[in-house]
């Protein structure tokens, strides 16, 4: 399959896996750019959450899990397992990423948000290549 290059001139449509990887890419970008270490954790844990929401938009939901509500990560797990060791580490720093936008300023360390960065840089590059959709 040939790869599918991510620019502004992509469709942005909601739901599909070059909208979502492209918006990935943009929360990433200010996750990168922010001094604040919540916000960076934050930012980043929300990029990651487009990019495995991505990999459900493209592989689709399995039927018996339709109806219910579920975590992103436990579908990532379901729809995608060889990513399961992706979805631990996420679902991980979702208590992290509340407790930053719950106000809990001490929350996250300098490290932790740059750990949390170069995780969510790696999964979208890994997602977007396995999908066959290359950023530009």
Not at 53 to 81: D, F, H, K, N, Y
Not at 97 to 110: F, K, L, Y
Request: proline share 4%; glycine share 6%.
């Amino acid at each position: 399959m040939a790869a599918m290059a991510l620019t502004s001139e992509s469709p942005l449509i909601r739901g599909t896996a070059v909208g979502l990887l492209t918006h990935a890419r943009t929360v990433l970008a200010e996750a990168a750019a922010t001094s604040d270490p919540g916000e960076r954790f934050r930012l980043a844990h929300l990029s990651a959450l487009r990019t495995a929401a991505a990999v459900s938009a493209q592989r689709g939901r399995p039927a018996s899990t339709r109806r219910r509500l579920m975590s992103v990560w436990v579908l990532l797990e379901r729809v995608a397992p060889e990513h399961a060791e992706w979805a631990a580490y996420f679902a991980a720093g979702a208590p992290i990423r509340a407790a930053v936008e719950a106000g809990a300023v001490s929350a996250v360390s300098p490290r932790a948000a740059d750990d949390q960065l170069r995780a969510a840089t790696e999964f979208l590059s890994l997602i977007e290549g396995s999908l066959g959709l290359l950023a530009a």
